[in-house]
C-alpha cells in the first residue's frame, strides 16, 4: 500500500469552478501535511502547510485534514487557467522527510 | 533571490560518465533534502543533511551516489557512471528547524542520460 495516494488525474474543469483535490495517508499519527503545485518542468511550489485536523485558508485556496478518515484535500475556488498545474500533497515523515502523493493532473480551462 | 537555487538546470550526459549537481538552500535553513523524480510520479526522497551531517539515506541512493554538504551550506549530489536509468529531474528541498516545518524546493536539475 502506497503511503499517500491521490487520484493522477487529469482533472479538466471551466474557468470559475471550484476544483477539490483530495489524498489518503496511511497512518492517523501523521500530523503534518503540506500541498505544493508544481508547472511543467519546474520544482514543487508550496502552497499551504497544514498540522492536525481542520481547515486553513488562503486567499483562493483551503487546506482540509480530516484525520479520522485519513483524508486530506486542496479547495480551490475560482479556479483560473494560471491554476493549471500538478498538485502534490506530501506528508511529513517523523520529522526527517516529506512523503509525497504522485500528484494530480489538473487543467482549468477559459 | 532568497530561495532554493540549484545549478545546472539541464544536464545531459553520455552513459558512464560522472556528473555533479549544486544545491544553495535558504540561508538561515539547516536541513536540506534531495529528491529525484520522474515523469508522473512525486518526488521520492534520496537523503537529508542537517547543517552538515548527513542523516538518512534512502534505499534508492545506490553505491554510485554521494551527496555532501561539507560546511552546512551548499550541497552536492554526485553520481558516478551514469546509467539512463539514471534520467530524471533532481530536485533540492531546504527547511528550517526540526520536522513540522515547510520545505521549500529549487527549480531542479533536469538530468538526462544518453
Known amino acids: 500500500q502506497k503511503e499517500v495516494e491521490q487520484d493522477p488525474g487529469p482533472l479538466s474543469v471551466p474557468e470559475g469552478a471550484i476544483v477539490s483535490l483530495n489524498c489518503t495517508y496511511s497512518?492517523?499519527?501523521?500530523?503534518?501535511f503540506m500541498w505544493y503545485r508544481q508547472y511543467s518542468r519546474k520544482g514543487p511550489e508550496l502552497l499551504m502547510y497544514t498540522y492536525s485536523s481542520g481547515n486553513k485558508e488562503d486567499g483562493r485556496f483551503t487546506a482540509q485534514v480530516d484525520k479520522s478518515s485519513k483524508y486530506i484535500s486542496l479547495f480551490i475556488r475560482d479556479s483560473q487557467p494560471s491554476d493549471s498545474a500538478t498538485y502534490l500533497c506530501?506528508?511529513?515523515?517523523?520529522?526527517?522527510?516529506?512523503?509525497f502523493g504522485p500528484g494530480t493532473r489538473l487543467s482549468v480551462l477559459p | 533571490d532568497t530561495g532554493v537555487s540549484q545549478d545546472p538546470r539541464h544536464k545531459i550526459t553520455k552513459r558512464g560518465q560522472n556528473v555533479t549537481f549544486r544545491c544553495d538552500p535558504i540561508?538561515?535553513?539547516?536541513?536540506l533534502y534531495w529528491y529525484r523524480q520522474t515523469l508522473g510520479q512525486g518526488p521520492e526522497f534520496l537523503t537529508y543533511?542537517?547543517?552538515?551531517?548527513?542523516?538518512?539515506k534512502s534505499r534508492l541512493l545506490s553505491d554510485r551516489f554521494s551527496a555532501e554538504r561539507p560546511k552546512g551550506s551548499f550541497s552536492t549530489l554526485e553520481i558516478q557512471r551514469t546509467e539512463q536509468g539514471d534520467s530524471a529531474m533532481y530536485l533540492c528541498a531546504s527547511s528550517s528547524g526540526t520536522g513540522g516545518t515547510e520545505a521549500f524546493f529549487g527549480q531542479g536539475t533536469r538530468l538526462t542520460v544518453v
Open positions: 506530501a506528508r511529513d515523515n517523523y520529522g526527517q522527510n516529506f512523503v
Open positions: 543533511f542537517q547543517n552538515e551531517a548527513q542523516l538518512e
Open positions: 540561508s538561515e535553513h539547516n536541513r
Open positions: 497512518n492517523s499519527a501523521f500530523q503534518y
